[in-house]
């Protein structure tokens, strides 16, 4: 909100340096854990399980398929945890003003 009502030169540092050091999250991995798991995925898993996957599948090389700011509010607002549109709504405002 600061951007479009409040910009200056104090808003535009913050969202750079937001940019530049926000790390990335389980929802910019999403693609590669669908990938490999969705078609599957016969029963819905528990959180941790799907945290624990995300983690092994991480650690064995998966790349990123969204930024950081944009992969954390996908990881919150993901179908698996029963939430579409928030996450999808967001996208173009994410990539208009923070990417």
């Known amino acids: 909100m600061a ?14 340096y937001y940019k530049a050091n926000r790390p990335h999250s389980y929802g910019s991995y999403l693609g590669a854990y669908r990938e490999k798991y969705e ?13 624990h996957r995300m983690d092994v599948g991480i650690a064995s090389g998966w790349k990123t398929d969204a930024s950081a700011i944009y992969g954390a509010v996908r990881w919150y607002h993901r179908e698996e945890a029963g939430q579409i549109l928030i996450g999808r709504t967001y996208r173009p405002i994410i990539q208009a003003y923070l990417e």
């Open 3 to 16: 951007i479009l009502f409040y910009s200056n030169n104090t808003v535009q540092n913050g969202v750079q």
């Open 39 to 51: 078609l599957i995925q016969c029963a819905p898993i528990s959180p941790d399980e799907m945290k």
